[in-house]
C-alpha cells in the first residue's frame, strides 16, 4: 500500500512538544529519533525554548522553513487540532498524536473534529492516544519507552504500546526482530485495515502479530483478513473474551469490542490463528517467524529425559498431533547404529551423547524423512551441547524443528541458548509451550 | 518420620563405583558429594584403582574399616546384589541404586532378588534407577548432573531426575531454595509415602512438590495423602493424561499408572493440587512457597498499562477470580490523594508514577483491606522503578501478592527482576501465569 509506505518512509519530522524535560513525552519522542539512527531531518517544535536536544527549535509548525513530511504530536489536548490545521496546509503525509484524552474518556467529539480538519487533504493520522509507529528498516522509532528493534521477519499491529513493547521484546529476548511495528490508539483515521494490508504485502514481513482491542470497521476489517490470510500468517490476540475485560478494553482505546465468539468464529474462518493467552501469542509468534510450517501433524520427539519425554507425548496427543510411527525397519537401523531401544510409541530417548543424536538425525533426515512432519527436540536438564543437534537437523530437513529447553540456572543454560537463538530454532521453557506453538503452526 | 531423618543425615558415604573418568556416575557422584561441601566422611569403592579424587579407595565395600551409614551403587547391574549383600552385612543404613536395567526393562525378578536380601534388615533401597536424593541443610547432595540447590522452602518429590532438576533449578532461577529432594526410581522399598509423610513434617518444608509416574502403592499412597494435605500444600504433576503418555511412563520407571481420572478425582478429594502443565506447575509451587494462602477470590490489579489491565482482567475472570469492588468512599480517596480515575471494575490503572503507586498502596493496605483478598501488580513495558511497589505492599498487608512481569531485554529488566527476588515477590512473565498461580493458592 503505497500511502503506508509514505508515512513509514519521511524524510523528515516535525515533533510539537519536543522537549529536554525527561517527563514529557516530547522528551522520549526526541530521544528515539535522535538516538535510534534515524537518517532524515529533525524540526524540533517548542513555544519556549530554542533549542531542544541541542537542535534549533521552532516555536510552531508553521515556522519551519524546509518540507516536513511527519509531524508528531505530544502536546495538551487543547492544541492539537491547531497543530494538525498546520500540518494540512503544509501538506505534511502524516501527523501521529500521542496526546490522550478523546473517544476513551468519551470526547468523540474532539475525534470528529480532528477528522473535519483532514478532509479533502492529503494529510493522514495515526492516533490519538496512541504510543508511536516504528520502521526498522529505515531506523525510525516514534514511540515511547521502546528503543528501536533489531530488524527481523516479524510485524506488529497493536492497540497497546505495553503490548507492542511486550511482543518487540519477547522477540529480541529470543533473537528474532521486527519488521514494523504499527501502534493504533483510538485510529480514528489510518486503522488497522490499512497496516494488515501494507504488511500482508511486505516482503520483509513473514508473520503478522495483531493485538486488538476492537477493529474500528468490522466489515473492512473482515475482507481485509480475508484478502490477506492466506499471504502469511496472521495472529491475533485480543482481550475481552470475558464480559468484565471487555469493559475495560472499551475505557482503555474506547473501542466497542463486540461479540467475542463471532469474533472467534470469524478468525477460525478466515483462517487467522487467534490466541487466549499472551505468552501462547508471543510463542506461536515466534514459531511462525522461524519456522517453515508443517504438512501434517505426525512428529518425531528425541529427548535427553525418559521422563520428560512422556510428559511431551501427553502434550503431543492432547493438542491433536501424533508421534511419527516409524517403520522397522528405521527402527532398526536406528538400534543398530546407536545402540538405542526404539519403543513402539516413536519416543527416541537418547540420554546425552551428541554422537548418537546426530547418527539418529542423520538416519531419519536422509533415509525416513517421508514418516515425520516436525522434529521436536527435548533438552532437559543442565547436559552439554545437545541443543547444538537442533541446528544440524535443520540444515539436513525442511521440516520445523522446535526446541524444548528446560534447564534452568546451570552452566550450560548461556551457551546452549546462544546456540539455539544463532541457529534460528525455536525454543520452549517447557514441553507444553513447544507444542502447543506447533500445533498452531498447522 | 524418624528413619528418613536418618537416611538424609549419614555420618559417612561409600561410593559404589567411584570413578575419576567423567564419563562414569560414579564420577558424577562422587564430584557432588565432595565438592557441595557435605561434612561427613567419604570412600570410594574401586575394584581397580587406589585413589579416587584424591582420596583412598576401597576395592570393596566390605574392606573399608569405618563405619559406613549410606552406600551409593552406580556399577552394572550384575554386581549390584553382593554389593547390597555387603551393606546389609554392615549394618548400613541405606543405599542409593542409580543403577538401571529392573523393572523398566521387564525385569522385576531381579527387584525381588534385591528386596529378599534387606529383609529382615535395618537397610533401606532408594531406587534402583534412581537419579539420587539431596539434604540441602547439611549439603548433602547425591545427584547425577544436579549441583546442590539453594537452602529454602520446596520439598520435591520426583520419579524424574530431570523433572526434579527442572523444578529445583526453576526455583533457583526465581531465587527460591529447596529443603530436601527425593528422587523415587523405581521406588521397591522407600516410596513416595514415606517421603510425603517426612516433608509433611519437616519444619523447613513449606510446600511439597510431587512428580509421580505411579505410586508403589495405591492405598497407602491414598492414606498418606488424607493424612497430610492439610498440614501443607501439596502440588502434584503426573504425566499420564494421555494412553500413549501413561505408555511411554511406564517404559521409563515401569510404573502402573493406573486410570488418571481417577488419580485426578481423588486429588481434588483429598486437597491437592494436580497441574496438567509443567511451566503452571513449577509456577504454582513458587506461589505456594513465596505467598500466604488468600482467604477469597477477590483481587485488586494495579497495573502500568491500560492494554495490559483489561487482559488481566479476562483472565481473573476466566479463573473464577473477580476484581475487588472498592466501595465509593474508597475510590473517590485514591482519586483525591492521586489524581487517578478510579473505574467501577477496579482497575487501578495507574501508569509509571510510584508516588502514586504509594499512596494507592497505602490506603489500600491502611484503609480498605477488608476490601479485598490479594493483590496483583502488573509492570508491563520498560518502566523504573515500579516493581519496587511489590515489595512496599508486601510489608503493609498480609495477603498474597503476585507480581506480572512483562519487560523483556531492556535496560530495567535485570534491576527489576533482582527486586522482585529480593522482596520474594512471586513474578510471572505473563497475566495468565500469574492470574492461574493466584487461583490455584485458593
Not at 50 to 70: C, K, Q, T
Not at 91 to 98: A, H, P, Q, T
Not at 332 to 345: A, D, F, S
Request: net charge negative; charged share 25%; with cysteine.
Amino acid at each position: 500500500m503505497k500511502e503506508i509506505e509514505r508515512v513509514l518512509n519521511p524524510k523528515s519530522i516535525a515533533v510539537v512538544g519536543a522537549s529536554d524535560n525527561p517527563d514529557k513525552w516530547g522528551y522520549g519522542i526526541m530521544e528515539r529519533i535522535t538516538s535510534d539512527g534515524f537518517a532524515g531531518s529533525v524540526y524540533p517544535v517548542n513555544a519556549r525554548s530554542r533549542e531542544v536536544f541541542g537542535l534549533d527549535a521552532f516555536s510552531s509548525l508553521a515556522d519551519i522553513p524546509d518540507e516536513v513530511d511527519m509531524v508528531n504530536i505530544s502536546i495538551p489536548g487543547k492544541f492539537v487540532a491547531e497543530v494538525v490545521k498546520q500540518a494540512v496546509d503544509r501538506g505534511v503525509k502524516s501527523v501521529v498524536i500521542n496526546t490522550n484524552g478523546y473517544r476513551e474518556v468519551g470526547r468523540g467529539d474532539l475525534e470528529t473534529e480532528l477528522l473535519e480538519i483532514i478532509k479533502d487533504s492529503d494529510t493522514r493520522i495515526i492516533g490519538p492516544n496512541v504510543q508511536g509507529i516504528m520502521n526498522v528498516q529505515n531506523k525510525l522509532s516514534l514511540n515511547l519507552g521502546t528503543k528501536l528493534f533489531d530488524q527481523g521477519p516479524v510485524g506488529i499491529i497493536a492497540q497497546s504500546g505495553s503490548v507492542s513493547a511486550y511482543i518487540g521484546e519477547k522477540m529480541g529476548d529470543d533473537g528474532i526482530g521486527i519488521s514494523t511495528m504499527f501502534n493504533l490508539g483510538n485510529q480514528i483515521d489510518l486503522c488497522e485495515s490499512d497496516f494488515i494490508e501494507y504488511l500482508a504485502g511486505d516482503e520483509q514481513t513473514k508473520v503478522i502479530a495483531i493485538y486488538l482491542e476492537g477493529p474500528k470497521d468490522k466489515d473492512l476489517f473482515k475482507e481485509t483478513l480475508i484478502r490477506n490470510a492466506l499471504k502469511k500468517p496472521i495472529v491475533m490476540f485480543k482481550p475481552g473474551s470475558t464480559e468484565q475485560g471487555t469493559e475495560a478494553a472499551a475505557s482503555h482505546t474506547g473501542s466497542i469490542a463486540g461479540n467475542d465468539r463471532i469474533f472467534s468464529a470469524a478468525c477460525q474462518q478466515y483462517g487467522v490463528l487467534r490466541c487466549d493467552d499472551l505468552l501462547g501469542y508471543v510463542d506461536s509468534i515466534k514459531a511462525f517467524a522461524l519456522c517453515p510450517l508443517p504438512e501434517g501433524n505426525r512428529t518425531v520427539v528425541m529427548s535427553t529425559s525418559g521422563g520428560v519425554g512422556s510428559i511431551v507425548i501427553d502434550e503431543v496427543y492432547k493438542n491433536g498431533l501424533e508421534m511419527a510411527r516409524l517403520p522397522t525397519a528405521a527402527r532398526q537401523e536406528i538400534e543398530t547404529l546407536t545402540g538405542v531401544k526404539v519403543p513402539e510409541n516413536g519416543l527416541l530417548d537418547l540420554a546425552i551423547d551428541t554422537g548418537i543424536w546426530q547418527r539418529v538425525i542423520e538416519t531419519l533426515c536422509k533415509n525416513y524423512s517421508g514418516c515425520f512432519d516436525s522434529i521436536l527436540i527435548v533438552v532437559a536438564d543442565g547436559v552439554n551441547n545437545v541443543e547444538a543437534m537442533a541446528g544440524y537437523a535443520k540444515n539436513l530437513t525442511s521440516k520445523p524443528i522446535l526446541a524444548v529447553y528446560m534447564s534452568y540456572g546451570d552452566q550450560y543454560r548461556e551457551n546452549a541458548i546462544s546456540c539455539l537463538k544463532r541457529e534460528g530454532i525455536a525454543y520452549y521453557g517447557s514441553p507444553e509451550r513447544a507444542v502447543k506453538s506447533l500445533k498452531n503452526l498447522l
